[in-house]
Nanobody
Framework: QVQLVESGGGLVQAGGSLRLSCAAS????????MGWYRQAPGKQREWVAA???????NYADSVKGRFTISRDSAKNTMYLQMNSLKPEDTAVYYC????????????WGQGTLVTVSS
């Protein structure tokens, strides 16, 4: 099955920006949706943003207007542009893809840590 690798996390001051990348190991032809999730210390994993195969996007209220999800199909890569970062955005960020191969697959990346200092 496809493997996902996130990158781009790091330490940033409040108000700063980061761009996360999620690279797939191969081209995925039948994507239902791709998305970003995050898990803060001591909290459950939560949904952040999603993008469909048609390019429609949705965002959690907590990041709407600050984060932008996008895809570059030619590079098999999804992005999360994060602006106006807040300390409460500190979390491990995971990407996920929902696609059809021989069966339906839900694949997660390993996560990348984002730390926002106040």
């Amino acid at each position: 099955q496809v493997q996902l690798v996130e990158s781009g996390g790091g330490l940033v001051q409040a108000g700063g920006s980061l761009r996360l990348s999620c690279a797939a190991s191969e081209t995925i032809f039948s994507i239902n949706a791709m998305g970003w999730y995050r898990q803060a210390p001591g909290k459950q994993r939560e949904w952040v943003a999603a993008i469909t195969s048609g390019g429609s996007t949705n965002y959690a209220d907590s990041v709407k207007g600050r984060f932008t999800i996008s895809r570059d199909s030619a590079k098999n890569t999804m992005y999360l542009q994060m602006n106006s970062l807040k300390p409460e955005d500190t979390a491990v960020y995971y990407c996920k893809v929902d696609y059809w191969g021989a069966r339906r697959f839900l694949v997660w990346g390993q996560g990348t840590l984002v730390t926002v200092s106040s």
